[in-house]
């Protein structure tokens, strides 16, 4: 009995691209369905400052995360590997998580996205679509040193926010633990040490975002 598998063309995978683009930057993304981790924590009081120090924080991580979205989907449209872009897709999922959990925080807190989005966005596409086609363990490379890039962030972040912020605390440990597991994932299915020199312009790449994006 011959059995039939429908894999997507790339038409497909084009129009679900766009359509994620779509979600990621100006809709509601789809995630894993996830508690958000502030919810179940109490808040103290913050001071005008503090919850103005707070939002443009998390409107940071925001923009971290439509970066790495648009990261994982320029990868997964370029890529000729079917199991790497199933593995691209799971973290992506993930990843939409901690985006509507960040955009949760900055509406309570008062604060607003990025006027720079879309910017952030196509960027990251652009990155992600050169390394999806640089092959699978480079491709996998940049999902590694993304990721650990992350890790250090948030750290810095942590120390940043307001003591008495809990929920964003919250929020930004259940990331980090993420952000571990995806980079994890990525070596053992095969990635790649990046050469220094790629590393050093991905973290220049990401200390320029995360000076914008704190004031616009």
Not at 9 to 24: C, F, I, V
Not at 202 to 211: D, E, F
Request: aromatic residues 4%.
């Amino acid at each position: 009995m011959n059995t039939l598998y429908n894999y997507p063309t790339p038409l497909d995978r084009l129009l679900t691209t766009l359509d994620n683009a779509l979600n990621t930057v100006a809709g509601t993304p789809t995630g894993s369905g996830r508690a958000n981790p502030a919810d179940s924590v109490k808040q103290d009081t913050l001071t005008p400052s503090e919850r103005e120090e707070a939002a443009r924080l998390m409107r940071v991580n925001h923009v971290g995360e439509i970066c790495a979205q648009a990261l994982y989907q320029g990868q997964s449209l370029t890529s000729r590997n079917e199991t790497v872009r199933r593995a691209l897709h799971k973290a992506s999922i993930e990843e939409n998580d901690h985006l509507k959990w960040c955009k949760n925080r900055i509406d309570t807190l008062g604060g607003r996205e990025s006027r720079l989005n879309f910017l952030w966005y196509s960027g990251a596409f652009a990155i992600g679509a050169v390394a999806g086609a640089m092959g699978d363990s480079t491709n996998l490379g940049f999902v590694e040193e993304t990721e650990q890039q992350v890790q250090k962030h948030l750290d810095n972040h942590l120390k940043r926010l307001p003591h008495s912020d809990h929920k964003s605390r919250a929020i930004l440990h259940q990331m980090r633990l993420d952000e571990q597991r995806h980079a994890r994932m990525a070596r053992c299915a095969g990635a790649t040490t990046l050469p220094r020199p790629i590393r050093s312009i991905m973290h220049l790449a990401s200390r320029v975002m995360t000076a914008t994006a704190y004031r616009v």
